[in-house]
């Protein structure tokens, strides 16, 4: 297994548009987690799962993020209508359960919303 | 807010030196800590985790000291190479029901 994967790994849109992004846990990684990282500051939690459920989002998720992971294995954010705020780097992570303290991530994926 | 808040925003040490990062939690109910690298344009990296159980615990050139007395856990890195150049987080998922909260970190910079 070659770890997390995300993708794309850049993304540049215009206000507006939508934009998704792909997360591919380690596969016996049953917690997928995003975060979102802009400059200067550490990554911010938005979500997680537990399987194909999603546990908890956080405030910061408004209603236009949505996350999914109808399988239980990959995960999709999509942002709807960009604003030039969302523009940041999106990590995704994946844990076990039995181990939510060691996270591994991917090496994310960066919008720019111009 | 925050369970935990590491001291200084920015460290530099010179190469060769140990280096000792800092942090602060308040819950003294929390029961495990962990630490994270994050290099630049690369995603969070585990370190290493320590139960309140233990004061201490070692790693490779990695030490976390544990003083639940008053609330305070380090990471101290032995001889610091320039590849230790990161951010260092500390989190407190005992607080944070069960999920990494990351606060803003310290950025340990290597002097050669």
């Known amino acids: 297994d070659t770890g997390v994967s995300q993708n794309p790994r850049h993304k540049i849109t215009k206000r507006g548009q939508n934009v998704t992004f792909r997360c591919d846990p380690i596969?016996?990684?049953?917690?997928l987690y995003w975060y979102r990282q802009t400059l200067g500051q550490g990554p911010e939690f938005l979500t997680y799962f537990q399987n194909e459920a999603q546990l908890e989002k956080s405030r910061l998720l408004s209603d236009r993020f949505s996350a999914e992971r109808p399988k239980g294995s990959f995960s999709t954010l999509e942002i709807q209508r960009t604003e030039q705020g969302d523009s940041a780097m999106y990590l995704c992570?994946?844990?076990?359960?039995?181990?939510?303290?060691?996270?591994?991530f991917g090496e994310g994926s960066r919008l720019t919303v111009l | 807010g925050e369970s935990v808040g590491l001291h200084l925003p920015t460290l530099s040490v010179q190469e060769g030196d140990n280096s000792i990062i800092n942090c602060a939690y308040s819950?003294?109910?929390?029961?495990?800590f962990i630490w994270y690298k994050q290099e630049s344009g690369k995603g969070p990296q585990f370190i290493i985790d320590?139960?309140?159980?233990?004061d201490k615990r070692q790693g490779q050139r990695v030490t976390v000291l544990l003083n639940k007395t008053v609330k305070h856990l380090s990471l101290q890195i032995a001889a610091t190479q320039p590849g230790d150049s990161a951010v260092y987080f500390c989190a407190d998922p005992y607080s944070s029901a069960s999920k990494i909260i990351f606060g803003s970190g310290t950025r340990l910079s290597i002097r050669p």
């Open positions: 819950n003294s109910a929390s029961d495990y």
């Open positions: 320590i139960r309140s159980n233990m």
């Open positions: 992570a994946s844990s076990l359960t039995s181990n939510t303290g060691e996270l591994f």
């Open positions: 596969s016996e990684h049953n917690r």
